[in-house]
């Protein structure tokens, strides 16, 4: 079987995969307003599922359970925390806040603390404080979209990733998406590039990566309304059903995406 068939029915598996909601994670998070998005099943269960994937593919691509991972741009924690829960070796990094006159990593402390992750400050647009070729994975979990310049922060990427090393993508904002399109009318500038895949692969050609796979996903926003979470995990693979099978994946929210570094 052809490699990238085989990864194709990979996320196929672990997408439609039943995974335990994390009632620790939900525990942490209790009094903190501003992680409520984790407690909604739906959004945990995309979390969860898109967390076991990345270590399947990795696993299957290494050919070993252990390997180095950097969640760029870590935010809250909650990946790095999942990470760390399957004892993968991950180090988390995100940009520094403490020149904003507030406390750094302020509000990732929940999750941190609990989990005992030491947030990594970067203090430069791209340029990541990390030696040549030093990990297997980097992740970006709603990064890509947020940084300064996306061609010089996937250069730096492809930099400090090992020979054969891993990029991936996920929950990229696409420029088609009528949600995307309809918060942006609303003035929430929160994303500040939506993309297309003719501009990945262009990005990815040029920062020399291959690109191994990709995929459209999120298209029914009410299965994260309280209606729509009683059947959730039902509701979320219907959904990854359309986005695979259906011109609604045309429609979806989000484009994401597998690169592995090109060789010299």
């Known amino acids: 079987m052809a490699k990238n068939t085989f990864f194709k029915k990979l996320r196929v598996e672990y997408f439609s995969k039943y995974f335990p ?31 076991e994937y990345l270590l399947a593919f ?6 070993k359970n ?4 950097l969640d760029w741009g870590c935010g809250k924690c909650q990946v790095s925390y999942l990470l760390k829960k399957r ?3 991950v180090l988390s990094c995100d940009v520094d ?18 989990a005992k992750i030491n947030i990594i400050p970067l ?14 994975v980097v992740l970006s979990f709603g990064v890509l979209e947020h940084v300064e310049n996306d061609k010089k922060s996937l250069e730096e990427i492809n930099r400090i990733l090992k020979p054969n090393g891993l990029f991936f993508c996920f929950w990229l904002p696409y420029k088609y ?12 500038n929160y994303h500040d590039r939506l993309y297309v895949m003719n501009k ?65």
């Not at 990795?58 to 050919?63: C, G, I, T, V």
């Not at 252990?66 to 991972?69: I, L, M, P, Q, R």
């Not at 647009?125 to 990990?135: G, H, M, T, V």
Request: proline letters at 3%; aromatic letters at 16%; charged letters at 25%.
């Open 21 to 51: 909601y994390d009632d620790e994670l939900a525990a942490i998070i209790d009094k903190e307003e501003s992680h409520d998005f984790l407690k909604n099943q739906v959004v945990q269960n995309m979390h969860i599922y898109l967390v």
């Open 58 to 63: 990795s696993r299957r691509w290494f050919n």
């Open 66 to 69: 252990g390997f180095t991972v």
């Open 87 to 89: 004892n993968i070796s």
């Open 97 to 114: 806040i403490s020149e904003r006159g507030d406390s750094a990593f302020g509000q990732y402390t929940p999750i941190a603390e609990h």
């Open 123 to 136: 203090k430069h647009a791209y340029i990541l404080p990390f030696a040549d070729e030093s990990f297997d």
């Open 177 to 188: 998406s009528p949600r995307q399109n309809w918060i942006k009318l609303q003035g929430d």
């Open 200 to 264: 990945v692969k262009h990005l990815l050609d040029e920062t020399r990566f291959n690109l191994m796979d990709y995929w459209y996903r999120d298209f029914l926003p009410f299965r994260r309304l309280p209606f729509g979470r009683k059947n959730f995990r039902i509701m979320e693979n219907f959904d990854n059903w359309l986005c695979r099978n259906t011109a609604l994946k045309y429609l979806a929210s989000n484009i994401e995406f597998v690169g592995s570094k090109k060789g010299i």
